[in-house]
């Protein structure tokens, strides 16, 4: 039986956050993709992704943003059973002040009826500047509004509480990717290094020429990172 693969979206993202860069792990792992829509904690997050794989004593674990913040909610609750995390494009950081503010006011367009009009305020947030106004920026639009203004309700209150897992990275005893888009401008590569150097043999990189979602903007370069961090599940 192959390892299951937990996949965890981010903030208004869905199963295309990860379609592309899923081929180069075809033949190692089961990838099943999270549906983190439905609740407004990162606790209750996990336990719906958890029930993904609830026929599988181990599994692997990757999130992108605030699947990352889910990935390390996971290993809170279900440690012995996670083989390897990879954190994209995320933080073990708390909400600053400014982020929360930040946030809030977006919640305020939603709720006036403006989600319309919440995306394209993150976009330039979201993908390299390179790629504005091309097709992958519209479907980083469709994938939001598929996602919807409830759930984006719901997520950002899961966001904005989320606790600070930097005292939980010395702990991590898996086999650990940290990576991210070189030209990130919402989760900066220096949050990257400091996660990389706080968990334990933690393996680092950086895709050239993407910003926030390289699971999209570089497919072929993410999925070879992820095949390389399968690696040892497969081989030991």
């Known amino acids: 039986m192959a390892l299951p693969l937990l996949l965890l979206p981010g903030l208004l993202c869905d199963a295309?956050?990860?379609?592309d860069a899923l081929p180069p792990l075809a033949d190692m792992v089961e990838p099943r993709i999270a549906d983190l829509t439905r609740s407004d904690t990162l606790a209750?997050?996990?336990?719906?992704?958890?029930a993904l794989v609830n026929d599988?004593?181990?599994f692997a674990v990757a999130g992108l943003s605030m699947g990352g913040?889910?990935?390390?909610?996971?290993l809170r609750q279900a440690p012995?059973?996670?083989t390897q995390l990879a954190l994209l494009d995320t933080s073990a950081r708390p909400d600053t002040p400014e982020q929360t503010e930040r946030r809030r006011g977006l919640l305020s367009l939603s709720r006036q009826g403006q989600f319309r009009g919440v995306?394209?305020?993150?976009?330039?947030?979201l993908i390299h500047p390179s790629r504005q106004g091309t097709p992958l920026a519209q479907e980083v639009m469709d994938m939001a509004e598929r996602v919807g203004s409830e759930a984006f309700l719901r997520q950002q209150n899961a966001i904005m509480h989320r606790p600070?897992?930097?005292?939980?990275l010395a702990s991590i005893q898996v086999p650990t990717l940290v990576a991210c888009g070189a030209e990130d401008a919402l989760t900066p590569p220096e949050l990257h290094d400091e996660m990389a150097a706080m968990i334990p043999g933690a393996r680092l990189v950086r895709f050239a020429g993407s910003g926030h979602l390289p699971t999209m903007?570089?497919?072929?370069?993410?999925?070879?990172?992820?095949?390389?961090?399968l690696t040892p599940a497969r081989s030991g």
Do not use: F, K, N
């Open 16 to 19: 295309r956050l990860w379609r």
């Open 44 to 50: 209750g997050m996990a336990r719906d992704a958890l």
């Open 56 to 58: 599988a004593p181990r």
């Open 69 to 74: 913040y889910v990935a390390l909610e996971i």
């Open 80 to 82: 012995a059973r996670v």
């Open 119 to 125: 995306t394209p305020r993150l976009l330039p947030m």
């Open 164 to 168: 600070d897992s930097r005292p939980d």
């Open 217 to 229: 903007e570089v497919p072929e370069a993410a999925g070879q990172a992820l095949r390389e961090w």
